[in-house]
Structures are given as structure tokens and as C-alpha cells.
């Protein structure tokens, strides 16, 4: 090889060297004051939270932000012309639905033979029309007890709903009528609740508390106690019911889901009164204590 091609890759190669000496000076020029920035930000954060290895399990521990209740157009236009039509929005296409639930269709044996028919039903949102329906036929077929209420209905907290309206009692006899007031919704553990106060014509205070769940025993099988208690805070002769707790029913009930909207049921209700109920109950010749199985269907719509 000549002297000239010697030359030329020499110069070739030095080219190509350039680039890297010129990124090698780069970096030796942030070697020092460089360097020492970087500690510096490295140790300002190290103060902020200790081990830089925690920091991925605080955020994950962190709960997640509010929802935000700024609106964009509100900088844009009148924020009161805005509020109205969200509200119109929200109005317009507000989920309202409906329910039909018989809860109770039974068959009560205990010696005699009576029937039992409690069922609700609703339509709405998170407002809505309730109406409620409980009754009893005797022996002898003649309706022995019954209660119908038509109730409205407001959402107050996430599962509870604050009731309010009327109630007449067709039986026994003489009818009453009562103004009520009260709560419902879903406690923990799944535990349906209805607690509601009523006074009536008479100015007459009771109350009423139902509680009811389902234990889940196999994917066709569920177990649901209920228990239900009547109060009262005034004397009420011609009903043939005393102050105090008038009525206490506890029932076990195991229902077979085969078809989720129409299950049978079997169990076992016990039902007592007290005090003075008690007495008014023993007077008319039947047992103030009751142990009954009951043989029925649960549907709903």
C-alpha cells in the first residue's frame, strides 16, 4: 500500500473519531458541578419520604382523590344557566324502575289453618312510590288482620331510604287509619330493615320493625330468618291490643331457588304476645304463644 492510501484512511478514521471525543468532553464537563446537582436533587427527595423503595407502596396506600365538582363550561358561561341544565339533563334521563315483590304467600298450620299474603311494590328513582301490603285470612276464610300503606319515599344515604305517608288497617275491626313515618335499606351484613313510627286517628302511637336476611346454603337453596316486632305506645281495647309489645314473630324459612323470580319455601314462624296484648289475646280463647309451620311461595316482577 502507497503512501497516499495510507493517508487517506488515516484521515478517514480520524474523521470518524471526532463525534466520540466531542460527546467524551461533553460528559467530563458534567462531571463535576453536574454531578454534584444531581446529588444534591438526589438527596432533597431522599429527605421527602426515607427509603426511595417505600415510595410505590405509599401511593397504593394513598386513597383514591374526591371527585372533582369544578365544571369546564362554568368558565365559559353563566355557572347558574349551566346548574339548571345539568339538572334538566339528569332529569331527562334519569333511571326510573319498578318492582312488584310478593315477599310472603304462605300456608300457616298449627291445629288451625290460616293464610298469610305480604308484598310490596315500588317505581321510581331515588325518588319513589311504595306501596305496602300485609293481611291475614282465618280459618273459616274471613280476613283476621290487614294493613296497606302507600308510602313515598327519598334516598338519604347510600342503601337507606326515608319513608313517609299513610296506612289503613281494613282489620280488626274498627279500621284505623295512621299517618307514618320511618326508615328502610340494607344494614351490613345484607340485613334488610324497615323500621317505621305511625300514629293514628285516634292519636294512637305504634311502631313497627322488620328485619330480614338470606343465608345462601347452595347455588338452589337459601336459608332467610325474618323477624318482625310491633310496639305500642298507647292502649288500643277495640284492636284487642296493649301497650307494650304487642306482636313479636320469628320465623326461619329454607327456599328453594330453582327459578329466581318463584321460589317455594317451608319453615317454622313462632309468634307471641305480651302484657296486656297477651291477656286480650287469651281472653278471646286463642294462645298468646304460637309455634307454626308455614308451607308457601316467594315471586317478585
Known sequence: MNQRVRDALLLALMWAALPAMAQQVDHSAHTGAGAQADTTAHDEHAGHGGDASHDGDAGQQTQAPPAPTDHA?????DPAVMAAARQALYAENAMRTGALALQLAELRLNGDTSWRVQGRGWYGDENRAVLRLDAVVDDKDRLDDA????????AIAPY??????????????????????????????????????????????????EAHTAWQLTQRFALEPRVTMDLLLDEMPEQRMGRGIANLELGLRLRWEHWRRFAPYAGVEW???????????AARGDDPRTLRFVVGVSAWL
Open 73 to 77: 363550561a362554568d368558565a365559559l358561561y
Open 147 to 154: 294493613r296497606i300503606e302507600a308510602l313515598y319515599s327519598h
Open 160 to 209: 337507606w331510604n326515608l319513608v313517609a305517608g299513610l296506612r289503613a288497617d281494613p282489620q280488626p275491626s274498627p279500621s284505623r287509619g295512621f299517618v307514618a313515618l320511618g326508615i328502610e335499606g340494607l344494614a351490613p351484613y345484607r340485613i334488610a330493615v324497615e323500621a317505621t313510627a305511625y300514629l293514628s286517628n285516634h292519636a294512637e302511637a305504634q311502631a313497627r320493625i
Open 271 to 281: 309468634q307471641g304476645s305480651f302484657g296486656d296484648t297477651a291477656r286480650y289475646v
